[in-house]
């Protein structure tokens, strides 16, 4: 399927969206985070944004974000700044770290 290199507001066909979708599988960023908890609720791209209370050019930049490793002393802290920093709603992107780090240490049993 042919992409243009940018659509307005940051719609599906733009650069910043390619990359999100494209690091879906990387686990280090937010991405892989997003993909997994959509897989486990059946929510569309769209469902999720307004679900973290973001338009979907913020989803996609939350998307490229680095995780906050669980293992990192101030954990909650790195969660909230993440929050703050891409304006989301931070007890939901709590609930998606968390369904994500469950499902992958499921898979690692």
Not at 7 to 12: D, E, L, Q, R, V
């Amino acid at each position: 399927m042919f992409m243009r290199d940018t659509a307005p507001g940051g719609g599906p066909d733009s650069v910043i969206s390619r990359a999100a979708r494209a690091l879906a599988r990387e686990p280090q960023v937010i991405a892989s985070a997003l993909d997994t908890y959509r897989a486990r609720t059946g929510m569309s791209e769209a469902e999720l944004a307004a679900w973290l209370e973001l338009n979907l050019p913020r989803l996609h930049a939350l998307a490229l974000c680095t995780k906050p490793r669980p293992s990192e002393c101030d954990y909650s802290a790195a969660v909230m700044a993440t929050a703050r920093h891409i304006g989301c709603n931070p007890d939901r992107l709590q609930q998606v770290l968390c369904v994500d780090r469950a499902v992958h240490e499921a898979c690692e049993r």
